[in-house]
């Protein structure tokens, strides 16, 4: 795979996760994972990495279910359609879930301040709109 070196700027980690699978038995299954300033990207394959799933940080309702037990630090991943997604990884790397809370705190204040910024350029882009606002005002 090869990346623009303006995707390799944005790359905030790169590893290893255990994700838990989606069927009956639910086995985890080892998944190279790289996380950039918009999205996670999870591989099925860790030496090709041909095959990505990518999950939006716009997607992400938060990261949960934080449990350190011994060998593996376990959290879950909620979606913006409430959809949950189990991932554990090993208590010595530096783990993930605060590495993905991060980055997801960073793309929504990010969201903010453009919401911001392009709801004060609407303002004063339309007078009337702002005059109306400051008559109704006590």
């Not at 997801?104 to 004063?124: G, H, M, P, W």
Request: proline fraction near 1%; hydrophobic fraction near 30%.
């Amino acid at each position: 795979m090869k990346m623009s070196a303006e995707q390799i700027s944005e790359v905030l980690k790169e590893g290893e996760l255990e994700k838990r699978s989606d069927n009956l038995l639910q086995f985890w299954k080892r998944k190279t994972c790289v996380l950039t300033t918009d999205s996670l990207n999870i591989y099925a394959d860790t030496q090709k990495r041909t095959k990505s799933k990518e999950l939006k940080l716009q997607s992400i309702k938060k990261v949960d279910c934080v449990e350190r037990t011994g060998k593996f630090v376990y959290f879950t991943i909620v979606t913006t359609d409430n959809k949950e997604i189990d991932f554990r990884c090993s208590g010595e790397d530096n783990c993930w879930n605060a590495v993905i809370t991060m980055a997801l705190i960073d793309f929504q204040n990010r969201k903010a301040i453009q919401d911001f910024k392009t709801r004060q350029d609407d303002e004063s882009g339309s007078p009337g709109l702002h005059e109306s606002r400051m008559a109704r005002a006590p």
